[in-house]
């Protein structure tokens, strides 16, 4: 009976260091990118994750950063890329688990996902990488025309380095698809995702 009651007791001590520790990797991860990007934290306008916003997350960011210098992009056009960046913080673990089970039956692109399944073409998707570590999910969606394969390592090492663990599953969505497991994909022939 006591460790019940001090779980519960400690339980929202636990949520605000899970919150507080993917503010403090969204600030270093802005920190790093300052230089060449204006910076804002938005509202609303969030690209669609599909139905990852209807989960029952306990904290939510979202960010915009736009290139300050202009660039030619591949079809020959000065633009400023913008990239978009979320996080998702869940209770636990089990509720993360929950929550991707539900977000890939209506994943990005309204594509119904298999955990660890890679998929060759996903219409109207633009690229994309998902870092899924502990309790938290972070996207950072990237331009399709302003984005080379090179760009895209970059932004990948860099999430890594600052959202990543050895543990992190990792999914990269390329420009109307692929969807690829890159990182710790689980089994898809594990039964605890069908249910």
Known sequence: MKKTAFLLAFMPFMLLAQTEEVKQRTALFLQEQSAKFKIKELNGSEPDYGVLSETQFVFHQYYQLKQIEKEVNELGNSVR?????????????????????????????????????????????????????????????????????????????????????PNAMVIEIGCNGPIEWTKNAPDPKDPSWRR
């Open 81 to 165: 890329p913008k990239y978009d960046l979320s996080t998702f913080v869940y209770e636990d673990e089990e509720e993360l688990k929950y929550a991707l089970k539900f977000w890939f039956k209506e994943f990005i692109g309204n594509k119904r996902i298999t955990p660890g399944r890679d998929y060759r073409t996903v219409d109207h998707v633009d690229p994309a990488i998902v870092i899924i570590d502990g309790t938290s999910i972070s996207i950072l969606t990237l331009s399709c025309y302003a984005t080379d394969i090179d760009e895209f390592r970059d932004w990948r090492s860099a999430m890594l380095g600052v959202f990543g663990s």
